[in-house]
């Protein structure tokens, strides 16, 4: 169906882009955080402005309308919509064809009534991109397009670590963020510490001076697929079934890359055991693998029985659920983050973390909290010591976690609309930069 710049209503309908999460879905069983991020903002915005909200993919000049993900009640979970995703484009992986081949032979397999004509992003269009907008040029030059033709286009910055660490990365995306950082785009940061990091990334790579400061809506700490403090009854899964034999673990998740410092996670639980002796719990690593930590890796693949630690490489939801609900505790020690999503869920399921205190990390766990110095790895011992022996301050740590309030994914698409201010037809006008007039309150109503 074709893409108006009004609902019947007469809001301004937002575009929201999930270009990146099916071209992901195409090539890839898992998803990352990105994706999480992108899947739980649509549907959560779909929720609140329904038919002014149209989420889309879009490559090689074919558009699909993905709306449909969103329409079931009660909401399907972050991990059936991009298995769905996945299944929509059908792709045969078996065949040894090239990605643009693949693309093209997935566009035949969707149905006619899910493809779209091209969404007008024109003076009058909202086009949100809140994901891996550095992850293919061609996507850069759409977006630029739209700028250029007056559209209000709204980043959501995950983080600026391509260029404010680019050692951390693979080098490929710095290019296409210097490009989106010279766009006069309006700009919502998921931390106070990814805001502080845009402005530094804007002078770094020349880019103009921006007149609207970037909007600053964390991200959540619910993971949808559980209701808070849930606690799974029966693993899920084999590897799971083993872990529940297995005893007390203690968890970390994310994935196996070189910010996730997981190499110095790993010598640090190896020395830990050793002073304890038996009564040590393992450590459970749970995510995919990554880039540039072939050191971890090795470790992780060389452990056996009587390792501190173990993997459960690229876990499904339905196990993540299982091993939040059944550690006693977790910890995040990256290097840099521009949220940490895994500190947030961990305090969903009423579970401490040990976190690393740098960069935005403290603003997803706050108080609840314990944390250490990255790169002094040693620090996060006295912490994740407490947790195994004290059992009172373990106790007392979970209780206020438990009675604290969490941040809910309806709460940051909440913001996040507020931010893009979908206005009636008729209300008073955009500014130079594209921005609508705000709703009388300034919020957006919250889902009932």
């Known amino acids: 169906r074709g893409r108006n710049s009004h609902d019947e209503s007469g809001l301004m309908a937002l575009n929201i882009d999930l270009t990146d999460v099916a071209l992901h879905a195409i090539q890839h069983d898992d998803f990352s955080g990105v994706h999480r991020v992108q899947i739980e903002l649509a549907g959560a915005l779909k929720r609140l ?18 709306d449909f993900l969103f329409a079931e009640e009660p909401p399907k979970s972050t991990s059936d ?6 299944r929509f484009y059908s792709l045969r992986h078996d065949l040894p064809f090239r990605a643009l081949l693949r693309l093209k032979l997935a566009h035949r397999g969707v149905p006619t ?44 910055y995950h983080d600026l670590i391509p260029v404010t660490f680019p050692e951390l990365t693979r080098g490929r995306s710095r290019p296409f963020f210097e490009r989106m950082l010279r766009l006069p785009t309006r700009a919502i940061a998921i931390s106070e510490h990814t805001k502080a990091q845009l402005e530094e990334a804007r002078r770094a790579v020349g880019a103009p001076p921006r007149l609207d400061p970037a909007t600053v809506v964390p991200l959540a700490h619910e993971f949808s697929a559980a209701p808070r403090n849930h606690a799974a009854p029966e693993p899920p899964s084999l590897r ?47 995510g995919k693998e990554g880039w540039k930590a072939q050191e971890a890796v090795r470790a992780l693949r060389r452990a056996g029985r009587e390792a501190p630690y173990l993997w459960i490489e690229a876990p499904t939801d339905k196990e993540l659920v299982w091993l939040y609900g ?28 040990v976190a690393s205190n ?39 740590a979970v209780a206020a976690i438990k009675a604290s309030p969490l941040r809910t994914w309806a709460e940051a698409a909440n913001e996040i609309a507020a931010a893009v201010s979908l206005s009636p037809r008729g209300a008073s006008g955009r500014s130079a930069h594209g921005r609508d007039a705000a709703p009388e309150n300034g919020r957006v109503p919250a889902p009932a």
Not at 123 to 142: K, M, S, Y
Not at 267 to 277: H, I, N, Q, V, Y
């Open 49 to 66: 402005h329904g038919g002014s909200a149209n989420a889309y993919s879009s490559f090689l000049g074919l558009y699909h309308d993905l």
């Open 81 to 86: 919509i991009y298995g769905d995703i996945h």
């Open 326 to 353: 059944r550690a006693g505790f977790t910890v995040f020690p990256s290097l840099v983050e521009g949220w940490g999503l895994p500190i947030g869920e961990s305090l969903w399921f009423g579970k401490p973390c």
């Open 240 to 286: 799971t079934a083993m872990l529940d034999r297995m005893g007390a673990f203690a968890l970390c998740v994310g994935t196996v890359e070189i910010r996730k410092n997981h190499a110095r996670l790993l010598k640090l639980w190896e020395s830990l055991a050793r002073e304890a002796g038996g009564a040590w719990p393992k450590l459970v690593v749970a």
């Open 113 to 156: 009534s899910r493809r779209a004509s091209k969404p007008r992003l024109g003076a009058e269009d909202v086009l949100f991109i809140g994901g891996a907008f550095w992850a293919h040029p061609h996507w850069i030059r759409t977006y630029e397009r739209a700028a250029r033709a007056g559209c209000d286009v709204v980043v959501l």
């Open 358 to 396: 740098a960069a935005s990390m403290p603003e997803v766990g706050g108080a609840l909290c314990s944390y250490g110095d990255p790169h002094d790895i040693d620090t996060f011992a006295e912490p994740i010591m407490r947790l195994v022996r004290d059992a009172g301050f373990h106790q007392n």
